[in-house]
């Protein structure tokens, strides 16, 4: 049975009727098309006819036809017979050159209400997409997350601890399809597909100059690294090493880049914790699934708190949450997440095994005087708050038993 991803269409539903262009974005294999199907079958349960909904994927052959923005305006136009309301839902847009032109014509001739899905991040950016400024909304979504992947495996009646489940989910993550897999090597070949399958058709298609192999091999190793302080100078030296081929930094930034508009990475940025600003740079990258860092790891070390970060950084994104890593004088918090003009401070731990581990994490926060509430998460049952710090178990927050307060 299909999850009903009932987060994201929170978020959406208010915007079915307002005359603003709907952009769903996100990595492949995310659940986009799976998304806007629901909301169609939402849309069509309200009481609008099955005729008012012109619905297009532009990755099914049966639309092979349309090669540009004029040949989808001609087959729009042709099934639009009326002047009432129609909801017009346009799958991996991006495929159709100068498609914002075709979505401002839509707007400006028709009642309509328009959804369009896509997977690259540059695809309401440029020179056209200036016809479109103020009138789109964007959501993106990302793989299931903790919570959904519980949630999935009990509706489809599978067997889910989720204090046993959270080590399938940092080494296997949340992309939809994995679960149709039960073998390891099924899920792994899986993975191996949908990842070169990204880099053949978001990122070598529009860029041919670019070293496949090259880029396969270093954006795994980017990923596979995900949460450690990023240098594009180690990263040259290591894969100049590694394949006696010289690479350079700036060959690494165009790659990091890329991965940015498929998808595949997000970046945190610094916060300056004494000076209360965001900054500029960016010093660590985090993969958008888990299971795509695991690509180019032999084994899992459990106990490597950088899988778990991730996991905690993707969580707070699809909260809402704007994150940044914490800059003190003499360190760093793992993470500073704000929300509305609010904040809070986070530290995650593997498990606080030891009076030393624990002090680690805990003394993080002793030169700050910031008053904005503080964070441990680790995956201990065993509630360690104390000094004013809050303890939360990992598992509970990623299934929303436990709540961050913010001031």
């Given at each position: 049975m299909q999850l009903v991803r009932e987060d994201y269409l929170k978020l959406i539903r208010p915007y079915y009727d307002v005359d603003l262009i709907k952009v769903i974005t996100g990595i492949r294999r995310s659940g986009k098309s799976v998304l806007m199907e629901t909301i169609k079958d939402?849309?069509?349960?309200?009481?609008?006819?099955?005729?008012?909904?012109?619905?297009?994927?532009?990755?099914?052959?049966?639309?092979?036809?349309?090669?540009?923005?004029?040949?989808l305006h001609e087959e729009i136009q042709s099934c639009i017979v009326d002047d009432e309301k129609y909801y017009i839902f346009l799958d991996e847009i991006q495929h159709?050159?100068?498609?914002?032109?075709?979505l401002a014509s839509l707007k400006?001739?028709?009642?309509?209400?328009?959804?369009?899905?896509?997977?690259?991040?540059?695809?309401?950016?440029?020179?056209?997409?200036?016809?479109?400024?103020?009138?789109?909304?964007?959501?993106?979504?990302?793989?299931?997350?903790?919570?959904?992947?519980?949630?999935?495996?009990?509706l489809n009646k599978i067997e889910c601890?989720?204090?046993?489940?959270?080590?399938?989910?940092?080494?296997?993550?949340?992309?939809?399809?994995?679960?149709?897999?039960?073998?390891?090597?099924?899920?792994k070949r899986f993975l191996d597909?949908?990842?070169?399958?990204?880099?053949?058709?978001?990122?070598?298609?529009?860029?041919?100059?670019?070293?496949?192999?090259?880029?396969?091999?270093?954006?795994?190793?980017?990923?596979?690294?995900?949460?450690?302080?990023?240098?594009?100078?180690?990263?040259?030296?290591?894969?100049?090493?590694?394949?006696?081929?010289?690479?350079?930094?700036?060959?690494?930034?165009?790659?990091?880049?890329?991965?940015?508009?498929?998808?595949?990475?997000?970046?945190?940025?610094k916060?300056?914790?004494?000076?209360?600003?965001?900054?500029?740079?960016?010093?660590?990258?985090?993969?958008?699934?888990?299971?795509?860092?695991?690509?180019?790891t032999n084994t899992i070390n459990y106990e490597d708190t950088f899988f778990l970060e991730n996991i905690v950084y993707n969580e707070l994104l699809?909260?809402?949450?704007?994150?940044?890593?914490?800059?003190?004088?003499?360190?760093?918090i793992d993470f500073v997440a704000v929300k509305n003009s609010k904040k809070c401070f986070i530290q995650v731990a593997y498990l606080l095994a030891s009076e030393d581990t624990i002090r680690r994490e805990f003394g993080a926060y002793d030169k700050i005087t910031d008053a904005s509430p503080k964070y441990v998460l680790s995956l201990d049952k065993i509630d360690l708050s104390h000094d004013g710090i809050e303890h939360l178990n990992i598992v509970d927050f990623l299934l929303h038993k436990a709540t961050l307060h913010l001031s």
């Open positions: 939402e849309i069509l349960a309200s009481g609008v006819k099955g005729s008012h909904i012109i619905s297009i994927n532009l990755e099914d052959l049966d639309y092979s036809f349309i090669t540009d923005a004029k040949d159709i050159k100068n498609f914002e032109k075709l400006a001739k028709y009642n309509c209400s328009i959804f369009v899905t896509g997977s690259d991040s540059t695809m309401l950016s440029g020179e056209l997409a200036t016809l479109l400024t103020g009138r789109t909304v964007e959501f993106e979504i990302f793989p299931f997350s903790f919570k959904e992947s519980v949630d999935f495996l009990e601890n989720p204090d046993e489940f959270i080590k399938d989910y940092i080494k296997w993550g949340g992309f939809p399809l994995r679960f149709s897999f039960r073998e390891k090597n099924s899920i597909n949908l990842y070169s399958n990204i880099i053949n058709r978001d990122i070598i298609k529009k860029s041919s100059k670019i070293d496949r192999q090259a880029f396969k091999d270093i954006s795994l190793y980017i990923m596979s690294n995900a949460g450690k302080e990023f240098s594009a100078e180690k990263i040259a030296n290591y894969y100049t090493k590694k394949e006696k081929r010289a690479v350079s930094t700036r060959t690494i930034y165009n790659y990091i880049e890329k991965l940015h508009k498929a998808y595949i990475l997000h970046s945190c940025k916060y300056n914790i004494a000076g209360k600003t965001a900054l500029d740079s960016s010093d660590k990258f985090y993969a958008t699934d888990t299971g795509l860092r695991t690509l180019n699809i909260q809402g949450f704007s994150v940044f890593t914490g800059k003190t004088y003499k360190g760093e």
